[in-house]
């Protein structure tokens, strides 16, 4: 009942939304480097970023309420997807959509989809973005919009960058140290010095961590299937050994090693198919891979009746994407939530205020209304495009 008074009465004197009237009028965006801590991030076949190339979106609406999303991926080398596209997609879609209603985001998402087929995550940006008005308008955190914040964490992974064992199993130490249980080591490289990687870490590791070894489709099928047996003995997670679908499931059902799908899982056919072949026990749900909020929202409660665990998560980002992960992943059931992301922590740039900050190896969800997070525009700079 609160819900709805709030809703039927703005918060904000100068918002005359009244259900119906919210109408987006402007939409820019900004492009934002992000260096990174560590100095490089590393993973299979010799990928390799320093700086990302990050693009927050701004929507603004004829009520005065302002939305952000952030959409950063890997570098150009790991999804289809790359920081210039974000730009020239949103150039492209933008146009489309002057004059929608941003809290209608099941017809908004479908606006985008009839105006530009495909490219995913060039509408991740607005999605999240329009998710922040809503939660503006309604008074609510998104993750009270997404389902309901369940407890008061949730656990978070750190990932290791791919160097030699000793170097790895340093971090590791290092991180646990600062409270990360979860370590998603980046493998896919030599199955020799990927088994050798695995051990060196697996000997850190105390009663309660779990470790992930992400092969980012790194190996060849002889390749994965000499290092499954090579860890035979270790509890760990394999993640997306192969490049393709097929070539994981064969992988799969070679190891008894608990599984995880990644690149190989980017929609809602892809998600059945697997769960129908008992291809995986945890999926990641990027949050851009998918398409923004909507989508993985779709994804993510379709994972939690097919009782499939997962990382929440995108491919990166800083503090406007980790905000979007934490409401993300704090909305969904504990037992299903296998672990997820605070990408601002690996950053030396901080773009937003409001943004959730690690505690322990833990996160939790901003409980101001929408996103919670106001972007610092001395970073951010002047917009690269404006779309009215
Ligand atoms: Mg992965």
């Known amino acids: 009942m609160n819900a709805r008074i709030t809703i039927l009465f703005p918060l ?20 934002v480097d992000l260096p990174l801590r560590e100095g490089s991030y590393n993973w299979s076949g010799g990928k390799s970023v320093s700086v990302f190339d990050s693009t927050i979106v701004r929507v603004e609406t004829d009520a005065g309420i302002v939305g952000h999303g952030e959409v950063c991926p890997l570098g150009p080398f790991y999804l289809p997807a790359y920081g210039g596209g974000v730009r020239s997609g949103l150039r492209e879609l ?20 009839a105006a530009l087929k495909g490219h995913p995550y060039v509408k991740s940006g607005i999605d999240i973005a329009c998710w922040d008005i809503l939660g503006q308008v309604a008074g609510q955190p998104i993750c009270q919009l997404l389902g309901g914040r369940y407890g008061e964490d949730f656990v978070l992974y750190r990932a290791i960058s791919q160097q030699s064992p000793e170097e790895m199993a340093a971090k590791v130490q290092g991180y646990r140290d600062e409270g990360y249980r979860r370590f998603q080591l980046k493998v896919g490289g030599d199955p020799d010095v990927d088994i050798a990687r695995i051990h060196a870490v697996a000997e850190k590791l105390q009663p309660g961590d779990k470790l992930i070894a992400d092969a980012n ?15 035979r003995d270790v509890d760990v997670y394999i993640e997306q050994p192969c490049l393709s679908y097929e070539e994981c499931l064969s992988i799969r059902r070679r190891t008894d090693h608990p599984f995880v ?66 409401h993300l992943a704090h909305s969904t059931p504990t037992d299903l939530l296998f672990t997820s992301t605070d990408f601002n922590s690996y950053g030396t740039v901080s773009t937003a205020d409001g943004a959730p900050q ?31």
Do not use: Y
């Open 12 to 31: 904000s004197p100068d918002c005359n939304w009244q259900g119906l009237t919210v109408k987006i009028t402007r939409i820019t965006a900004f492009q």
């Open 217 to 231: 489709t790194g190996w060849l099928m002889h390749e994965a299937a000499r290092v499954v047996r090579g860890v």
């Open 261 to 326: 799908m990644d690149e190989s899982i980017d929609g809602m056919k892809e998600l059945l198919r697997g769960h129908a072949d008992g291809a995986m026990d945890v999926v990641n749900i990027k949050i851009s891979k998918f398409g923004g909020l909507t989508k993985a929202r779709q994804a993510r409660d379709l994972c939690a009746s097919l009782g499939i665990a997962m990382t929440i998560e995108d491919s990166w980002g800083g503090d406007v994407t980790t905000a979007a992960i934490a």
């Open 358 to 388: 690690r505690k322990q190896g833990r996160l939790s969800a901003s409980t101001d209304p929408g996103l919670g997070v106001s972007p610092k525009m001395d970073v951010l700079g002047e917009p690269v495009l404006e779309v009215v």
């Open 94 to 113: 933008g146009p489309h959509l002057i004059g929608s209603d941003p809290t209608a985001l099941g017809q908004l998402n479908r606006l985008m989809d």
